[in-house]
């Protein structure tokens, strides 16, 4: 199975940081992979496939990129409404594997 | 409007079986993979199975197969989890999903039911 690590696990932040969560994959995924936003109690949300393509209706201060193995998540101005816990997964083979989160809490 | 909705929470004992439901609508439900993804208490989410309801092909988690089935009635746009036996560790929030097709092999899972909870005690 292809493991995804993601760090920090969990991040402290104030409205209108910048935050930066990293998705390490154990091997090469090419560009398959979303990135997930989950708040308490509810389900997932899409917010980016395909490493780096912005699901419609997502802000645009989340953005998605890839370097070989390592993909990343920005947010460029944290809002009080992003205050989530942040999932990967990759859909480059079965099963197919979360990361184990990274949560968002107010600094 | 594309909705996933699942069947209600359910409370069961250990060794039971069960089946709850993830009925589709607003779209061809036979054309796209409908995946199920387990939320343990406090944990983090865990890729479980998938099922294609037009020909029911469905792959499964190592860790899982053989404990759960997933099916699927074309019918009644309806995906199913089933267990024969349920045990306590089986308790968490269960979400089925969309999985879309975005074109050159990119999928990714762009609806999702409310979530199923089930509780064994």
């Known amino acids: 199975d292809i493991q995804l690590t993601q760090s920090p696990s969990f991040l402290s932040a104030s409205v209108g940081d910048r935050v930066i969560i990293t998705c390490r994959a154990s091997?090469?995924?090419?560009?398959?992979l979303a990135w997930y936003q989950q708040k308490p109690g509810k389900a997932p949300k899409l917010l980016i496939y395909a490493a780096s393509t912005l699901q419609s209706g997502v802000p645009s201060r989340f953005s998605g990129s890839r370097s070989a193995t390592e993909f990343i998540l920005t947010i460029s101005s944290l809002q009080p409404e992003d205050f989530a816990t942040y999932y990967c997964q990759q859909l480059n083979s079965y099963p197919r594997t979360f990361g184990q989160g990274t949560k968002v809490e107010i600094k | 409007e594309v909705q996933l909705v699942q069947s209600g929470a359910e409370v069961k004992k250990p060794g039971e079986s069960l089946e709850i439901s993830c009925e589709a609508s607003g779209y061809i439900f036979s054309n796209y993979w409908v995946a199920w993804v387990r939320q343990m208490p406090g944990k983090g989410l865990e890729w479980m199975g998938v099922?294609?309801?037009?020909?029911?092909?469905?792959r499964y988690s190592p860790s899982l197969q053989g404990h759960v089935t997933i099916s699927a009635d074309r019918s009644i746009s309806t995906t199913f989890l089933q267990w024969n036996r349920l045990e306590a560790s089986d308790t968490a929030t269960y979400y089925c999903?969309?999985?879309?097709?975005?074109?050159?092999?990119?999928?990714?899972?762009?609806?999702w039911g409310q979530g199923s909870t089930v509780t064994v005690s």
């Open positions: 091997q090469d995924i090419s560009s398959y």
């Open positions: 999903a969309r999985q879309n097709y975005y074109g050159s092999g990119h999928f990714a899972m762009d609806v």
């Open positions: 099922i294609y309801p037009d020909d029911s092909d469905t």
